[in-house]
């Protein structure tokens, strides 16, 4: 994490900035991604049982994501920053973003929501319209510095290593392969993540205009609002990827379901 800035926010101001910005409901929407963790093990959840759906509760527990992402900003957050980030959200633009955002955030039906924005794109691009590239844009301002990539990476690792430690799965390679074999697949990952990130933009922000769009690009890529992303990328998936840590070593509790 980075170091403390010198006059950082505190915690009555980073729950107002937190509600304000949709970042809270940002990481009560960590728990759907909880989703995709039998995918990497190629397990079916469903053979568990409510016991999946109990265990998903109590690892992903909302209210402490949220306790530990106030408390690292509060070390990490510096006073100005917070500032920009909450009086453009505050603003009317701001406001009308957050409200779609937190709604696209808490939509637990990713595969629909993608190919609809997966159709949307097609179609811009069909019409030529430079929505796409503000699109792009946007993706590129808001993981300037390629976190999410190194971060999934990161979350493949720990949550692998941490099911093969419980007895989950058993990995035929050691740390080093398993590194090796996840950096040959840095370029799959890196597209899809792209797609994703363009198919869900073009879904969230679609009865946005463009002017609206563009001045929203534009925004994110102010310094400060680099500043505010970069750690909030970092809180993130940090949080994402100590819960995925804790959901591999529990696995091993659940049981098959058995039919009555």
Known sequence: MAAAPLFAANRERIEAFLTTTGFDVALESIALSSRSAPQMLGIDP???GSDWARLTDEVFDVEAMHQTAVSILEETLSEEALTHAVEFYASDLGQRLVEVENASHMNADNEAKQFE???IISDLIKEGSP??????QMSAAIDSTDIALRAWQEIQFRFLLAAS????????MDSEDLRQLLKRNEPALRQSLQLSSLAGAAYTYKDFSDEDVNAYVDALEQ???QEVYELLNVIQFEIMARRFEVLASRMAELHPAQDI
Do not use: Y
Request: charge should be negative.
């Open 46 to 48: 469903d053979g568990f």
């Open 117 to 119: 924005g997966q159709q």
């Open 131 to 136: 929505r796409v590239e503000s699109f792009k």
């Open 165 to 172: 430690a419980s007895g989950v799965i058993e990995l035929q």
């Open 223 to 225: 310094p400060l609002m």
